[in-house]
């Protein structure tokens, strides 16, 4: 049973940091590409970040790029978003997730999914 569990989410007004963490069991960790993702009420779940399965390379969606550092403890089978600079338009729930299939190329990620957390609220406001 795939268990994914995001923690670190909070109010904290626009340049601030936060660092989101995501606890994974119940698959074999270091063999999966993962990604964070997040979903506003009333518009799509977008991804913001994916790092291989060997930590060797990340992707940044353009919104978050120079800002959000994604990386991978495979010891501990966590997965860690660090957020700096924050914006309002980053407020969303941010969730953890399982790569099944990532797909490169020049125009950037293909993501397929198959778990998600359930996420944490990250606010941004003043």
């Known amino acids: 049973e795939v268990h994914l569990v995001e923690s670190g989410g909070g109010l904290v007004q626009p340049g601030e940091s936060l660092r989101l963490s995501c606890a994974a069991s119940?698959?074999?960790?270091?063999?999966?590409?993962m990604s964070w993702v997040r979903q506003v009420p009333g518009k799509g779940r977008e991804w913001v970040s994916v790092?291989?399965?060997?930590?060797?390379?990340?992707y940044y969606a353009d919104s978050v790029k120079g800002r959000f550092t994604i990386f991978r403890d495979d010891l501990q089978n966590t997965l860690t978003l660090q957020m700096n600079s924050l914006k309002p338009e980053d407020t969303a729930v941010y969730s953890c997730?399982?790569?099944?299939?990532?797909?490169?190329?020049?125009?950037?990620?293909?993501?397929?999914?198959?778990?998600w957390g359930q996420g944490t609220q990250v606010t941004v406001s003043s």
């Open positions: 790092i291989t399965a060997g930590g060797g390379f990340t």
């Open positions: 119940g698959f074999t960790f270091s063999s999966y590409a």
């Open positions: 997730a399982k790569v099944k299939r990532l797909t490169h190329s020049r125009a950037g990620p293909s993501i397929e999914y198959d778990a």
